[in-house]
């Protein structure tokens, strides 16, 4: 088992006593000020959206200053009254394709009056408290709805970086291709080349000077090597060109059939709802993935959010800006720039309307061929290859092909509708296709279920239980995740029957893993790992009526009311005997045969809610398990006359030669409340003498010069839980006193690590191996097992 190490925070700080939760400490008045982390962001955000805010207004076809505008507003309204602090809205790429549709079909003025209107929906869909509903769209749809987007962006941006007009379509630009690639323009080309070359190498530059230089964002550094350039060449070609404030165009009245108008804003609002929820969902797991040295940001509120970016958008639609939405490249600099707050999205707003105002000159020498390259590179990235093998992965390929293609070829709503159908179609036909056979082998009948087991399979399924003669054994093997209520009753009543006539009936899993028992009136037909204390067992045949879950019933069971503990115990041995003692005979008679090799040492508390197999999923043979009250190594020749501890380890050490010792504690651990609780005097009880080991832990958790040990995810809920982690330093401190530990350590040939198991959020923490800084790190789920967002 492997530690993992963080680096430790610089300046470790711990209160100096435990306040009780009657006297709360006295809060400060709250005073306004802005974070050091916040300005840095912000200029980091600000210099990326000022070039893709141009180039995304480029794209669209709208007014340069829509973008601005756009940028700005989502900056200062969506983040000042967002439920996501750290995620920065403004024009995304994803809109690109929806606002050039708008404004070819409907014009400017209408266009912006349609950006109020969805602004409007998204308001009533927030107060409605929908927006969790958003987050069941397939991923699929999403990531395909985004790389279609990307396609038909990429292919419009690619005329102008070669220096002509994009039409307004996706077929008519590649109709128009090959006539533009014969009449290439140079100086776009070449101006294109120069900011393609620095966004795609400045993030690659190698060594101590590579990370330096990129702390500027790549965007900002190839559209001004590209103007720089063009600049001292002189080279003729198309710039920015941003008319007076005074001419800017704002909303006007909506023009136009009214069921266009409608179409139009449902697409808006479902484009930018879904892009901010998923950001902001996406800027939470970026934000759970810091360092503990930097501070915790609160959750998201997705309904927040959600009227957060209505109020931006009719603002920005109000002004004649863009359609405002969640940008993920911002808001994951945000992010990786250290924002704590929501300060460094308004802040990012704020530049941004200094920049409108005063560095128009500097603006208008920016090429359109280098903004062109800029957005086209966004939409190339648009169509991700991580997306591409998670829906392969998840056999989503379908859906997410239809979905782009349809997006691409017909437009985002047609699209997203298409795409909605074919998953609905998807899902359908895995829960209708299930294939059900029969086969015999040495007189023992198999029925194999593949596929979900649903009602539309009930026919088929008794046709083929039907097929096994009364009196024979089977074999009933369920291959699927889902069994619905009709075929559930379908199965059981054949079990119930064919048992009754004399036959035998084992239900198995894809492994052949046994999954229940069969239905006879004289066993229980609980699963083998039904916790003993939350349910009762009857042996009537009703299978409604075999296993009930009722917390009452498992405190009778605990008390022994109704069924007696030595009971319980035969049938788990029984339980063993016929369903885990088949699978593991094998490997336990090897290693009667060769003995016992362990790898570790394993010492952990007597708790019974610790399953030491389970949360360290071994096996027979793995661990050397040692287990006491409180998970306690004493000192050496401290045990008075209970050397059991010390035997255990000269034992696990010099014998078995294991590599590795860890001490495991564990939240709500009885032993640590009893030490934080014990009054001087009183009778010496073995309970008080044994808990006599863990005092240097209470000594060590209260004196003023140790840092104290601490989680990297979240501070110690209270002061049991502080003790508990104190406790297991502390015990390896003990552990290194032994002689045989301290002899295999100096030869390199002994591990210690320290762990700790929150029991109510089954979470591992390994402590961070060392440093000294007294951390106990997550242990998270790698990336490549997560769902996607």
Sequence with gaps: MSACVPTRAADSTRPRRIHKPHSPQPTPPRRFRIAGAD??????????????????????????????????????????????????????????????????????????????????????????HVARTALAVSPAIVHGMLAGIGVTIAVAQLHIVLGGT?????????????????????????????????LFTWPRIPGRVGRLLRKVPAALVAVAGATVTASLTGLTLPRVDLPAWSSHALAGLPEGPVLGIAAAVLTVTLVCSVQSLLGAVAVDKLVAGRPESQPRVGRSHLDRELLGQGAANIVSGALGGLPVAGVAVRSSANVQAGAVSRNSTMLHGVFVVVAALLMVPILELIPLASLAALVMAVGIQMVSLHHIRAVTRHREVLVYAVTTLSVVFLGVLEGVAL???????????????TRITHDEKEGVHYVQVRGQLTFLAVPRLSRTLHLVPQGAGAVVELDGSFMDHAAYESLHDW?????????????????????AEPAGSAHCRCRPWTPWRNHHCETSADPQSASTHDPSAGREEATGATTPSGHQLARGISAFQRNTAPLVRGELARLAREGQRPSQLFLTCADSRLVTSMITSSGPGDLFVVRNVGNLV????????????????????????VRSITVCGHSGCGAMQALLNAEPGGAPTPLKRWLRHGQPS?????????????????????????????????????????????????????ELHGMYFHVGEAQAYLLADGDGSELFDHVGVPEDLRHPA
Aim: charged residues 15%.
């Design 39 to 128: 300005l840095s962001a912000s200029i980091a955000v600000f210099l990326i959206a000022l070039p893709l805010s141009l180039g995304i207004a480029l794209a669209t076809g709208a007014p340069l200053q829509a973008g601005l505008v756009a940028a700005a507003i989502g900056g200062l309204v969506a983040g000042r009254l967002g439920g996501s602090p750290l995620q920065v809205s403004g024009p995304a790429a994803g809109l690109t394709v929806v606002t050039a549709e708008l404004i070819h079909r409907y014009g400017w003025r209408t266009t912006c009056a349609i950006t109020v209107l969805a602004g409007i929906a998204q308001l009533g869909l927030g107060c409605l």
């Design 166 to 198: 994009p039409q307004s379509s996706v077929l008519d630009n590649l109709r128009a291709l090959p006539d533009q690639l014969a009449r290439v323009h140079p100086a776009a080309v070449s101006m294109s080349a120069v900011t393609l070359t620095l």
């Design 419 to 433: 795409g909605v159908a074919v998953a609905v179609g998807v899902a359908l036909n895995r829960l209708a296709r």
């Design 495 to 515: 079990q119930n029957a064919h048992v009754a006539q004399g036959g035998t009936v084992e239900l198995t899993g894809r492994a052949g893993t046994r999954i």
């Design 634 to 657: 004493p000192l050496p020749g401290e045990e008075s006359g209970d050397d059991s501890v010390a035997a255990a380890i000269e034992y696990a050490v010099d014998v078995l030669q």
């Design 698 to 750: 209470l000594e060590r958790m209260v004196a003023e010069d140790r840092p104290w040990a601490r989680l990297a995810r979240r501070a110690p809920a209270d002061a049991v839980e502080q003790l508990c982690l104190t406790n297991v330093v502390q015990q390896l401190e003990h552990l290194r006193a032994h002689e045989s530990v301290e002899r295999a350590m100096r030869e390199g040939a002994l």
